[in-house]
């Protein structure tokens, strides 16, 4: 059962997640089994080399899953995150899909694929949730 009754109510709680949204990370859509968050990319998301940082991307993947996993159980915590960076993106926009993997009684996984909007694969996050 969500935890959630709409995505305004989330939107409103999460969004007191001050590092995430001053990044510029948004909420988009948010269901019992999946969240989808975004990012527009900006020259203050960028390294020397003027690539994105691997900070925002796992900021965006880290919030997509704190989404979730709340979703799914409040009070749930990260006990540990595995973020595996596959291409750098080339596009204009991060785009963030969590799903559950799995729903136990102490834990939950979910996995977050970090795409572009070219549609170019960026990062793969893996987060196991502890729920108090």
């Known amino acids: 059962m969500a935890n959630f009754d709409d995505i305004e109510i989330a939107r409103e709680f999460f969004y007191k997640d001050k590092f995430a949204v001053d990044t510029g990370v948004t909420l988009d859509e948010l269901s019992e089994d999946h969240a989808i968050c975004s990012l527009v990319v900006t020259d203050n998301h960028r390294n020397a080399y003027g690539g994105v940082m691997g900070g925002v991307i796992f900021t965006l993947a880290d919030f ?3 989404v979730l996993s709340n ?6 915590v990260a006990q540990q995150v595995d ?3 596959l291409s750098a993106p080339k596009g204009k926009k991060l785009i ?3 799903t559950c993997r799995k729903d136990g009684r102490t834990s939950s996984i979910v996995n977050v694929d970090i795409s572009d909007d ?3 694969d960026v990062a793969q996050f893996i987060g196991t949730g502890f729920k108090l």
Request: glycine residues 6%; positive net charge.
């Open 96 to 98: 963030a899909h969590a």
């Open 71 to 76: 979703q799914i159980h409040q009070l749930t």
């Open 83 to 85: 973020i595996h960076y």
């Open 118 to 120: 070219t549609g170019r």
């Open 64 to 66: 997509a899953f704190a």
